[in-house]
């Protein structure tokens, strides 16, 4: 694992924060590159992207309908970034 090449500290009311900027090994990063794709391969249609597919995301939605609703939406292989919030 490569090491930080510089770290930052600062802090803000009543919290400490640290981030570091690390430089990768090309192999490092065409690893991380293939764990990014395989993830995003099976993340179903996002509504915020340019090639949003509304037929594919209701198809995927409606692929079983004695699945709740709000279970299906939550299901980021179904539909894409929606997640929770709170």
Do not use: N, Y
């Not at 395989?38 to 995927?60: F, K, V």
């Not at 079983?64 to 709170?86: F, H, W, Y």
């Amino acid at each position: 694992m490569a090491q930080p090449s510089l770290e930052l500290v600062w802090t803000l009311p009543g919290t400490l924060c640290r981030g570091a900027f690390v430089q990768k090994d090309p192999e490092e990063e065409r690893e991380g590159v293939r764990l990014q794709r395989r993830i995003t391969e099976r993340l179903g249609p996002d509504p915020l992207r340019a090639d949003w597919d509304a037929g594919e995301a209701a198809r995927r939605l409606a692929a079983d309908p004695r699945r709740p609703l709000a279970a299906a939406l939550l299901d980021q292989q179904q539909l894409a970034g929606l997640g929770t919030c709170g």
